[in-house]
């Protein structure tokens, strides 16, 4: 298999021999961070952008660190920092930023697509770090680089995804993968959270928490955004975690070896109790480890294509 | 196939092989000898598992290490084709041991830049000597090779390629083929 793309945009857009490409390499950089000196000079000389429009800890850092461990120069950008503000349109901050001999641009951006509008105007490589409700095609990876590293292969493999599956371009990202890798994938959580919809392209959809997790291998669950209670979707917090929260009592109509994965941030007691996010069933904190791995694997594949 | 002839056979491999883990041997004979093998991925980690057995007859015991030197290359993308990554494992301190790098053609000498590089991020080792099969006498760098089974002078649009097993039609054997 050969790497031949010059962007990261999506999952959508990968077939199943890329996806496995990024996953391979992601093992050997993994390798890496166990080392004495954790970090390789491949990017050496080569500079990366990290261009948040919308406000990121978490990935951010995952990104600047995997930028660093390969040996890129880094520059971080904000928008509230950027001229954007002063009313320069995307496309014109973007041509600058490139104006200056950048290699990648890693970004961020609420606006679905807006990272493939940008690719199309530029040379240099350009990574989605999370677009609106669309993609963030770095966490899906992480996520199966960690389900793949636990149970071996995705073929017949039963994957929840418990949540607010529509707001959630994680959802999104795991559900393409997941299902390009030959995994079986369940959506679960309130009807107002999962469309039946996503029936249509071969996920089951289930809005009963015993029904959803009961053969399921892995189960991920995505936060419950507070910032979205005041729409509606669920009468309130305490509900939510009563129907669909995992808890203590929950794990015992699971199987024995389940996964239990989040992305974070967590909100403990709401979608998952904290028994439950630090028992031994949890892999949150390896998602972390290996997400680093995932990122350095996919800046290095896109950085080593000649433009 | 016309483009390619053989310059060495099998049993050649084999006579080469067996006369660098001598040398090799009799470097540390008599000593409390305490070194390791390092093949670079991929066919110097074939030529090494093939000098560690022979060493193994000889009586000794090496440590044994492969090392992937993607990540350390000088053409980074510059080259149509990344060539994908393999495992490294060095399974042991690195530090003050006495290594023995090993690969399978001794070219331009960059591959064993980048390793070098590679290996020294691992900790500070005592001294590292390269085994190749074969030199070809002209690198770009200056590196040379400490323990060599055969020198081959080519011009430069020829490439060495060692066949350890049967491949693509080809018989075991090392190759003068034109360069793809």
Redesign the interface.
């Known amino acids: 298999?050969?790497?031949t793309r010059k962007d990261l945009l999506s999952i959508y857009d990968l077939s199943a021999e890329e996806i496995t490409?990024i996953l391979?390499?992601a093992e050997?950089?993994k390798?890496?961070s166990e080392?004495?000196?954790k970090?390789?000079?491949?990017?050496r000389g080569?500079t990366v952008v990290n261009f948040f429009v919308e406000p990121s800890t978490r990935t951010r850092v995952s990104f600047e660190l995997a930028e660093q461990r390969?040996s890129a120069d880094v520059v971080n950008m904000q928008a509230q920092a950027s001229s954007l503000l002063k009313g320069e349109t995307l496309l014109d901050t973007v041509k600058n930023i490139e104006a200056l001999q950048v290699?990648l641009v890693v970004m961020r951006h609420s606006a679905p697509g807006a990272q493939n509008f940008i690719a199309d105007h530029l040379k240099c490589g350009v990574v989605n770090a999370g677009d609106g409700a669309h993609e963030h095609p770095t966490q899906a990876l992480l996520d199966l680089f960690t389900i793949r590293e636990k149970k071996g292969s995705f073929k017949g493999l039963n994957v929840t995804i418990l949540g607010d599956i529509l707001h959630s371009r994680v959802a999104r990202s795991n559900i393409w993968g997941l299902l390009k890798l030959g995994a079986n994938v369940t959506l679960a959580g309130p009807s107002t959270l999962v469309p039946r919809e996503f029936e249509s392209i071969g996920c089951r959809v289930c809005h009963h928490l015993d029904e959803a997790i009961k053969d399921a291998d892995v189960v991920n669950l995505l936060r419950i955004q507070h910032e979205r209670q005041t729409v509606g979707f669920f009468p309130s917090t305490g509900e939510y975690a009563a129907w669909f929260g995992i808890k203590g009592s929950t794990m015992a109509k699971m199987k024995d070896d389940v996964l239990i994965m989040h992305p974070g941030p967590i909100n403990r007691d709401v979608e998952l109790a904290s028994e439950v996010a630090d028992g031994s069933n949890s892999v949150i904190l390896e998602q972390v480890t290996n997400g680093l791995a995932v990122r350095m694997a996919v800046l290095?594949?896109i950085?080593?294509?000649?433009? | 196939m016309e483009s390619s002839r053989q310059l060495f056979s099998a049993g050649d491999i084999d006579a080469g092989v067996k006369e660098i883990a001598q040398k090799i041997a009799a470097r540390f004979a008599g000593k409390d000898a305490d070194f390791a093998l390092v093949g670079i991925q991929q066919m110097g980690v074939v030529l090494a598992e093939k000098i560690y057995n022979e060493m193994k007859n000889l009586g000794y015991s090496p440590d044994f290490g492969k090392l992937?030197i993607?990540?350390?290359?000088d053409d980074?993308?510059?080259?149509?084709?990344?060539p994908?990554?393999?495992?490294?494992?060095i399974p042991f301190d690195v530090n003050d041991k006495e290594i023995i790098l090993v690969d399978d053609v001794l070219s331009s000498g960059r591959t064993i830049r980048a390793a070098l590089?590679?290996l020294t991020?691992?900790?500070r080792p005592g001294f590292i000597r390269l085994a190749v099969l074969v030199d070809r006498g002209e690198p770009e760098f200056p590196i040379r090779a400490d323990y060599v089974g055969f020198k081959v002078t080519l011009p430069a649009e020829r490439k060495v390629k060692v066949h350890f097993i049967e491949n693509n039609g080809f018989q075991p054997g090392i190759y003068d083929v034109k360069w793809q």
Do not use: S
């Open positions: 298999m050969q790497w490409c391979d390499t050997k950089f390798e890496v080392r004495r000196v970090k390789v000079p491949a990017l080569m390969l290699d290095f594949l950085a080593g294509v000649r433009k | 992937d993607t990540m350390y290359r980074f993308g510059k080259r149509d084709i990344l994908m990554i393999n495992e490294t494992a590089d590679a991020d691992f900790g």
